[in-house]
């Protein structure tokens, strides 16, 4: 798993992203497999946060991109959370 981790560039924020940026996650497409926690060097539990359609608030997500890129439903992605109806847990 490590030589994903290195593939995908790395546990480092991705310095491009414009601040405020998160995590955020499509129920609809989640078929709650788990690998995007398995893949999180930082430990948080993505899936608890994707099954239920939810911006990934926690403090400690470095916004690595690991999640987004192993997900095979194209679940998860990175942008600003919605402002209007926002889900956050």
């Known amino acids: 798993m490590s030589r994903l981790i ?4 790395g546990a480092e924020p991705d ?3 414009a601040e405020g940026q998160r995590v955020n996650a499509d129920a609809d497409r989640c078929i709650q497999c788990g690998i995007c926690g398995y893949n999180c060097p930082v430990g948080i539990q993505v899936r608890d946060y994707a099954r239920q359609g939810l911006t ?3 403090t400690a997500c470095i916004l690595c991109g690991n999640c987004v890129a192993v997900c095979p439903r194209g679940t998860l992605s990175i942008g600003l959370p919605e402002v209007s ?3 956050m847990l």
């Open 6 to 9: 290195d593939w995908l560039g």
């Open 15 to 17: 310095p491009r992203l």
């Open 56 to 58: 990934v608030t926690d």
């Open 85 to 87: 109806g926002e889900k």
